[in-house]
């Protein structure tokens, strides 16, 4: 063997045990000893990149007299550029003609070069170039790049990734990629049934045809934890917190850093209010990946939960500044602003959510609530009515469009959605157990007393009291329904129980006088039982806690709905 090709040989098995200093120092006397042929030069480079030698691959790169020709060379100096987030230089290098990307320079073999699986480096080109357009914040750019990616060579599944994270494409514009994708071209009939079954499970407006109805020989891809990760996706956008809790458990059991496992959990963890479990996936994940946006963000959904905004928006600041377009924290950081009444700073960071997440529901509904509440009701009905021909039956967005009808005076169609969340509910878990769906039967109940269908608003108070047992406005709403209709000794115990809780609130102090009043002066009952439906309940409307995401996903807010007064809030 002649020194070069045992120089070649080392740098070969140094790389494959991860010695890259070793590497290096052979990949040189390769360079050296070949007298700079174009194929050790790519090495020596490559091992300068994994090396974290940036700079001096870059100038190893530039001083070569055929990296303008080559598009392999051009590609490893743009990785180098985007590793020092230098998004200019990379799309500069990565803007040649289309038939300079025909054939490799070098095979390569480490997945620190994402080279095309067919022999190219056309797909690994655009992956880079579209990342360097998020980076610099063109979005449409970057899209464009990702499907062109995914035409070269339909097997590169971060451009796909890419595409579709955090609801970035809508319904249409998923299914026509789908379809325009050239799978007959590049792949035999197995692997485009296994192609489109992965992908369409990927994508998030596809995933319960997806995961349908599966061909057997497809069958054991379904315990891979990408597939189990979908299906917890899918169950949280139909807000099933309960079933999508329990499979990112069971994932992060098997992966305890999956990041599309973790994200999806920290989302559950804040509806559920596991504070504990968050301060502690928190701490842990910052600890080992402090560059990592989901880092901080997971610690700013634990100090949302815990109520304190201020140090939640530090760390989601944290968060937004290592990755502008982490659409989760934009929720959260609107999801934070919401709850202390800050409307335009929400009105902006759900704006930003929504630039980033064109295909979700999420960031729409709550720019909607938020115009709504600033008096905007024509920008609040355009924004809701686009949510909910994205999500028509969501039952937080039908919570959040019932809550508006209601400020509006518009209790007929208020009821109509209201029940239609509810019996979405039903369908998803016909015990319902969660307390986060407390507000809806509250909401609900409200809407059956301004209606006079006392019966109703009882039944429906008493499920959220089931659900919720501890919460002081349900037992007033009982104790106000109770008086409405006369039985003043349920309305005193209502409003005992519910004083036990919250023992300054004017409103129910004011139902147990007029009660102890009314039992000791029955007559004067008649004269004022027609104001009473007047009295305005504290906290009348209880706003529905949910997230948004990760992104995705993500936090809770407690803000609870002002009326609206002349509002005409009409959502067909």
């Known amino acids: 063997m002649s020194l070069l090709s045992k120089a070649r040989s080392l740098v070969q098995h140094y790389s494959s045990q991860q010695l890259y200093d070793s590497a290096l120092f052979w990949a040189d006397k390769a360079l050296t000893l070949s007298h700079g042929a174009i194929d050790d030069l790519a090495t020596y480079a490559q091992t300068l990149y994994l090396c974290g030698q940036y700079q001096r691959a870059i100038h190893a790169l530039q001083a070569s007299p055929i990296l303008a020709s080559s598009p392999a060379l051009k590609y490893l100096a743009a990785k180098c550029h985007s590793a020092?987030?230098?998004?200019?230089?990379?799309?500069?290098?990565?803007?040649?003609?289309?038939?300079?990307?025909?054939?490799?320079?070098?095979?390569?073999?480490?997945?620190?070069?994402?080279?095309?699986?067919?022999?190219?480096?056309?797909?690994?080109?655009?992956?880079?170039?579209?990342?360097?357009?998020?980076?610099?914040?063109?979005?449409?750019?970057?899209?464009?790049?990702?499907?062109?990616?995914?035409?070269?060579?339909?097997?590169?599944?971060?451009?796909?990734?890419?595409?579709?994270?955090?609801?970035?494409?809508?319904?249409?514009e998923e299914n026509s990629l789908l379809s325009s994708l050239p799978?007959?071209?590049?792949c035999s009939v197995e692997e485009e049934q296994m192609l489109k079954f992965l992908y369409q499970s990927k994508l998030g407006h596809g995933r319960k045809t997806a995961t349908s109805k599966v061909r057997e020989v497809?069958?054991?891809?379904?315990?891979?934890?990408?597939?189990?990760?979908?299906?917890?996706?899918?169950?949280?956008?139909?807000?099933?917190?309960?079933?999508?809790?329990?499979?990112?458990?069971?994932?992060?059991?098997?992966?305890?850093?999956?990041?599309?496992?973790?994200?999806?959990?920290?989302?559950?963890?804040?509806?559920k209010g596991r504070r504990e479990e968050l301060f502690s996936l928190g701490q842990r994940l910052v600890n080992?990946?402090?560059?990592?946006?989901?880092?901080?963000?997971?610690?700013?959904?634990?100090?949302?939960?815990?109520?304190?905004?201020?140090?939640?928006?530090?760390?989601?600041?944290?968060?937004?500044?290592?990755?502008?377009?982490?659409?989760?924290?934009?929720?959260?950081?609107?999801?934070?602003?919401?709850?202390?009444?800050?409307?335009?700073?929400?009105?902006?960071?759900?704006?930003?959510?929504a630039r980033v997440m064109k295909g979700s529901h999420l960031p729409l509904m709550y720019l909607g609530r938020e115009y709504f509440l600033t008096g905007a009701t024509s920008i609040s009905t355009r924004f809701m009515k686009s949510a909910l021909a994205?999500?028509?039956?969501?039952?937080?967005?039908?919570?959040?469009?019932?809550?508006?009808?209601?400020?509006?005076?518009?209790?007929?169609?208020?009821?109509?959605?209201?029940?239609?969340?509810?019996?979405?509910l039903h369908s998803i878990d016909p015990h319902i157990t969660l307390q986060v769906w407390e507000p809806v039967y509250n909401n609900l109940g409200h809407v059956y007393r301004k209606q006079k269908k006392y019966d109703l608003a009882l039944k429906m108070h008493n499920q959220a009291l089931q659900l919720a047992p501890n919460v002081s406005d349900t037992l007033?709403?009982?104790?106000?329904?109770?008086?409405?209709?006369?039985?003043?000794?349920?309305?005193?115990?209502?409003?005992n129980q519910s004083l036990l809780l919250k023992r300054e609130d004017h409103f129910t102090l004011e139902m147990l006088h007029i009660a102890m009043v009314e039992m000791v002066a029955l007559p004067a009952w008649e004269s004022d039982s027609a104001g009473l439906e007047e009295l305005d309940l504290g906290n009348e409307l209880l706003e529905l806690d949910s997230t948004g995401t990760s992104g995705a996903k993500p936090a809770v807010h407690d803000t609870s709905a002002n009326s609206s007064e002349g509002s005409s809030m009409v959502v067909e």
């Open 476 to 495: 007033s709403a009982l104790a106000f329904v109770h008086l409405l209709e006369g039985r003043y000794e349920q309305t005193v115990e209502f409003c």
């Open 218 to 271: 497809l069958k054991p891809l379904c315990d891979s934890l990408d597939l189990q990760c979908s299906n917890a996706d899918r169950h949280f956008q139909d807000m099933n917190i309960e079933a999508c809790f329990q499979l990112t458990s069971s994932i992060l059991e098997r992966d305890p850093y999956h990041n599309n496992a973790l994200l999806l959990h920290i989302a559950c963890c804040v509806q």
């Open 288 to 353: 080992y990946f402090p560059q990592a946006s989901l880092a901080w963000y997971a610690v700013g959904c634990y100090y949302i939960v815990v109520k304190k905004h201020q140090n939640a928006r530090k760390y989601l600041t944290k968060a937004v500044t290592l990755d502008p377009q982490f659409a989760p924290a934009h929720m959260a950081f609107g999801l934070s602003f919401a709850t202390e009444g800050e409307h335009d700073q929400a009105i902006a960071a759900f704006s930003n959510a």
């Open 84 to 172: 020092c987030k230098e998004w200019d230089e990379v799309i500069a290098l990565l803007k040649p003609t289309e038939d300079e990307f025909t054939a490799s320079g070098f095979e390569q073999k480490d997945d620190a070069i994402e080279c095309e699986a067919i022999g190219n480096v056309r797909s690994a080109s655009l992956v880079l170039q579209g990342i360097a357009y998020e980076g610099m914040g063109s979005l449409e750019d970057a899209a464009n790049c990702f499907k062109e990616a995914l035409a070269v060579d339909v097997f590169c599944e971060e451009a796909l990734e890419r595409l579709c994270r955090h609801y970035s494409l809508t319904a249409d």
């Open 183 to 186: 799978f007959k071209k590049q």
């Open 390 to 424: 994205i999500a028509p039956h969501n039952p937080a967005l039908l919570q959040e469009i019932g809550v508006m009808l209601t400020n509006s005076g518009n209790y007929a169609k208020a009821e109509k959605y209201l029940k239609q969340a509810i019996a979405h």
